[in-house]
């Protein structure tokens, strides 16, 4: 997703939902630490996209968002609730390359230590540049307890799930992009998104967990405002 003031500026990462909507975090869509919406006209939404520089991308299509609902409760200052839906002006075909991630179902019984992938095109290390490619990173799902001995009783494991590897993290400009669970012979739920990318300390240097919103419980929230 792009903002379009500055051209190919790489804003937050997203993911397809539906044919005409895209998850992704509230901060990607409001005012810096406000509630206050950005318009909508600012975004651009890039699909089946791997290469992405400032003067230039391969996706495969683009669409103008249309509308950007952001959770009712979003809190800027605690960061809580930070989940959004754009609308596309139209629908996308579903193609080989471009295709909707499954939304991991309620009765899903999350662990702790798992395997889970976030991916972005955000700063390669804290206060760096964004990378020119689609990059993923291999983390692990952190039992709550001990995340909020890094953060503190402020983050709510309702709608917070953390993931941490040593070296690996998400980065700056990966906000609003999917942490995924990666079922390789399920051809019909290959990723299942678990997160949204919200925030983090510095970018792989620091012990505190990076922090994502917990999709599993917005699903309501989600379906209420998708189609
Ligand atoms: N808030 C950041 C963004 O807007 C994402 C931070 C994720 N950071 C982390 N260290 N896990 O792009």
Known sequence: MNDDTKRHELACGGSLISPNKILTAAHCVTEFKKTTRLPASRFKVKLGMHFLNKTTNDAQLSRNVKKIKIHEEYDAVNVYN??????????????????????????FEDDDNQQVIAMGWGNTKSGGKDSDYLRHAFLSTVPFSKCQKKWGDDIDEDQMLCAFKKGQDTCQNDSGGPLVMEFPDDSSCRFMQIGVVSFGDG?????????YARVKNYLPWIEENTN
């Open 82 to 107: 930070d989940i959004a839906i754009l609308t596309l002006s139209s629908p996308v075909e579903y193609t080989d390359t471009i295709s909707p991630v499954c939304l991991v179902p309620k009765c």
């Open 203 to 211: 970018c792989g240097t620091s012990t505190a967990p990076g922090v």
